[in-house]
């Protein structure tokens, strides 16, 4: 493995310091929680520290599967976090030399540990001209007879794309056809303005889904994510590898989770409300915009847009004034291998106020960088 630190980690706020920060609109999850907030009342003092299930928690395996049609508990291996669930499947199935199709821009993960493990890559550039949708004609040329596996973050990061159902049923019937794996990365698949996004693993056993509680739920301190699949062969080299790196998860990690997950009807619509409130105000002031130009998200709680290649803005002057003058951060381009002139927004961490402060920021430093700036 050739491993090396990813920008969006090393200039991620919790790096930087979030006292050094005063608005911040980099984040891609919502509120970050505390369990009196959540309702959830646990005294961790009479949790037994042992070692756990090597599988995970069998009554939230359950709540997991139930997700699902069709899925069960066997199908579902607990891991501690999305990321680590990640590295978990890159490590399992690709060996050097392997050629994958992965999705750019995406979560920097899912590009540089194939990347690290010396992977054939080949990316699957999506387009802001094509509404940050999958091409399936484009999919279907890069897959090779030899390619071991499809790598799909839906909805995506960082534009909140979703794809249609028919859309992710063609990369299944794909991947089935040229007897490739389809990763899902399905992390923000329960925050979404539409319909649920069907889950990847209960389409095929040639599909994995793998999701976590941080980003829906704003838990990315417990660490707790998962992988789905129904290919009990490939399941049980995930658990190996597991076992390798971990051998169980935290007790209280998955005792928090349990509780949540069992309250799931109770704390999901007020966070998914509060995403809708949180998208309208980024709306109303997308619409003002003349220097900035994006794609309305489907779901999650970022979006990607752009400042107009046009707009006469100088963009580093602009970061430069947005950081330093504005105290604003938002994610910028290179974090996602773009160039620096798209930008990820988080609209669903901050608290209102500091949002819409934050993106009257960015229209001033758009103006004194050369731009018109917003009304
Ligand atoms: C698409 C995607 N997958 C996985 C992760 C990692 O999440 P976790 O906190 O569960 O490791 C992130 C975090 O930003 C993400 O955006």
Redesign the pocket.
């Known amino acids: 493995m050739q491993y090396r630190r990813m920008p969006?980690e090393i200039e991620s706020p919790e790096q930087l310091g979030y006292g050094n920060i005063r608005y911040n609109l980099t984040e891609?999850?919502v509120a970050d929680m505390r369990l009196e907030q959540l309702g959830i009342d646990l005294d961790v003092r009479r949790l037994l520290l042992s070692y756990t299930d090597h599988v995970g928690n069998p009554a939230l395996r359950e709540r997991i599967a139930a997700e699902g049609d069709g899925l069960t508990i066997a199908d579902v291996l607990v891991t501690p976090?999305?990321?680590?669930?990640?590295f978990i499947v890159a490590t399992a199935l690709l060996k050097e030399g392997d050629h994958l199709v992965v999705m750019r821009p995406?979560?920097a993960?899912?590009l540089e540990t194939p990347r690290a493990i010396g992977c054939q890559l080949q990316p699957l550039d999506l387009r802001f001209e094509e509404g940050w949708q999958l091409s399936l004609p484009r999919l279907r040329e890069l897959v090779q007879p030899q390619t071991r596996l499809i790598s799909l973050?839906n909805p995506?990061?960082?534009s909140g794309a979703v794809f249609s159902q028919a859309d992710l049923e063609a990369a299944v019937a794909l991947a089935e056809e040229r007897g490739c794996y389809l990763l899902v990365?399905e992390?923000?698949r329960e925050m979404n303005y539409g319909s649920l996004p069907p889950l990847a693993a209960a389409l095929s056993p040639r599909c994995i889904s793998?999701?976590?509680?941080?980003?829906s739920y704003g838990l990315?301190g417990i660490?707790?994510?998962w992988i789905i699949t129904r290919d009990a062969a490939l399941q049980q080299l995930f658990l190996a590898a597991k076992e390798q790196i971990f051998i169980c998860n935290s007790v209280v990690d998955e005792e928090i989770a349990l509780r949540v997950l069992e309250s799931k009807a109770r704390i999901l619509p007020p966070i998914l409300a509060r995403n809708r409130q949180a998208l309208e105000v980024m709306q109303a002031w997308m619409a003002r915009q003349t220097d900035m130009e994006w794609v309305p998200p489907g779901g999650g709680v970022?979006c990607f847009p752009r400042i107009k290649a046009e707009s006469g803005v100088d963009v580093e002057r602009f970061y430069r004034l947005l950081n330093e003058e504005y105290g604003t951060y938002v994610g910028p381009g290179h974090w996602f291998e773009m160039e620096r002139r798209y930008m990820r927004i988080g609209y669903g961490w901050p608290p209102l106020e500091e949002l819409a402060q934050g993106l009257e920021n960015i229209s001033a430093a758009l103006k004194a960088a050369g731009g018109q700036g917003g009304g």
């Open positions: 969006i891609s999850s976090s999305a990321a680590a669930a990640l995406n979560y993960t899912n973050t995506h990061n960082p990365d992390t923000y793998i999701s976590s509680l941080s980003k990315p660490r707790m994510g970022v």
